[in-house]
């Protein structure tokens, strides 16, 4: 599994992001996949997940009814789209895949990890 993260940059609060996250292996089709993002001074925090389906989700109560993640396994992706971006939104966005195919908050079921990509919102 080789993943990289990409769709970051800098945005007004209100505004919206797609993150995508790619596996150049074509190895993640049978995993769950999460993101995880890291403020400065902070640490990496779950914000969600998806089964290697797409049929289960879950999300950190912080970003529900504003994120949604998704899946497209015939491309090799994963998907964050990001809507009414909040300040406290910034950081760098990790994704990465899971040992299982199941959807997780639990930051140690993930094996593989991509490089961040910057997220910036300005108020």
């Known amino acids: 599994v080789q993943l990289q993260a990409s769709g970051g940059g800098l945005v007004q609060a209100g505004g919206s992001l797609r993150l995508s996250c790619v596996d150049s292996?074509?190895?993640?089709?049978?995993?769950?996949v999460g993101w995880f993002r890291q403020a400065p001074g902070k640490e990496r925090e779950f914000v969600a997940s998806?089964?290697?389906?797409?049929?289960?989700?879950d999300y950190t109560d912080s970003v529900k009814g504003r994120f949604i993640i998704s899946r497209d396994n015939a491309k090799n992706t994963v998907y964050l789209q990001m809507n009414s971006l909040e300040p406290e939104d910034t950081g760098v966005y990790y994704c990465?895949?899971?040992?299982?195919?199941?959807?997780?908050?639990?930051?140690?079921?993930?094996?593989?990890w991509g490089r961040g990509t910057l997220v910036t919102v300005s108020s």
């Open positions: 990465a895949s899971a040992r299982g195919a199941w959807a997780t908050s639990n930051r140690g079921a993930y094996i593989y």
């Open positions: 292996r074509r190895t993640f089709n049978n995993n769950g």
């Open positions: 998806i089964s290697w389906n797409g049929q289960s989700t």
